[in-house]
C-alpha cells in the first residue's frame, strides 16, 4: 500500500461524507418550513419545546451538510494534489 497524502485526504474526505449524510438522514436537511413552534393551524399557540426541537434539527443540518461539504472538497484536493510520501 503507497502511503501518500493524497490517500489519507481521500479517506478523511470519504469518512466525513458519510458522517455528514447518516446525520441528514437522520436529522434532515436544515432547509424546510419553520413551524415557529406552532401546535396546529386551529390553535396557533406556539410550544417553546418545539421552538427548541427546531433549533437543534436545524443546527444538526447544518453541521452535517457541512461536513457533507468539506468531505467532497478533501476528495477533491486529494485528486488534484500531487503524490507526496508522509515522513
Do not use: H
Not at 490517500?7 to 437522520?26: D, E, H, Q
Not at 451538510?65 to 472538497?73: E, K, M, S, V
Request: net charge positive.
Amino acid at each position: 500500500m503507497s502511503d501518500d497524502y493524497s490517500r489519507v485526504f481521500n479517506l478523511v474526505g470519504l469518512l466525513l461524507s458519510l458522517a455528514g449524510v447518516l446525520i441528514l438522514f437522520r436529522w434532515g436537511m436544515p432547509f424546510r418550513v419553520p413551524t415557529g413552534g406552532a401546535i396546529s393551524l386551529v390553535t396557533g399557540q406556539a410550544d417553546a419545546q418545539e421552538i427548541a426541537l427546531e433549533r437543534i434539527y436545524t443546527i444538526i443540518g447544518y453541521g452535517g451538510l457541512a461536513l457533507l461539504i468539506l468531505g467532497t472538497i478533501l476528495q477533491i484536493v486529494a485528486v488534484l494534489m500531487p503524490a507526496r510520501k508522509l515522513s
